[in-house]
């Protein structure tokens, strides 16, 4: 069982479940705001290529499926 928040932090935001309380820890360990969110980041942002390959592929994607 989730929170709310913790959903939210998921799934809206790309963050650990527990990020709030991770966060916290990290700021009393002495680590920059900065730092402390960014250790609750998970993966990392798509890359977007623009090779003819990533281009035919957008062809046969259903429109609004696909990013801009």
Same mark, same amino acid.
């Given at each position: 069982? !989730?929170?709310? *928040?913790? /959903?939210?932090? @998921?799934?809206?935001?790309?963050? +650990? %479940?527990?990020?709030?309380?991770? #966060?916290?820890?990290?700021?009393?360990?002495?680590?920059?705001? !900065?730092?402390? *969110?960014? /250790?609750?980041? @998970?993966?990392?942002?798509?890359? +977007? %290529?623009?090779?003819?390959?990533? #281009?035919?592929?957008?062809?046969?994607?259903?429109?609004?499926?696909?990013?801009?």
């Amino acid at each position: 069982m !989730v929170t709310e *928040r913790q /959903a939210e932090l @998921l799934l809206g935001e790309g963050r +650990h %479940s527990d990020a709030d309380r991770i #966060e916290r820890e990290l700021l009393a360990q002495g680590m920059s705001p !900065v730092q402390a *969110r960014r /250790a609750t980041v @998970l993966g990392r942002p798509i890359e +977007h %290529s623009k090779s003819p390959k990533t #281009e035919k592929a957008k062809e046969r994607t259903p429109p609004g499926w696909a990013s801009t």
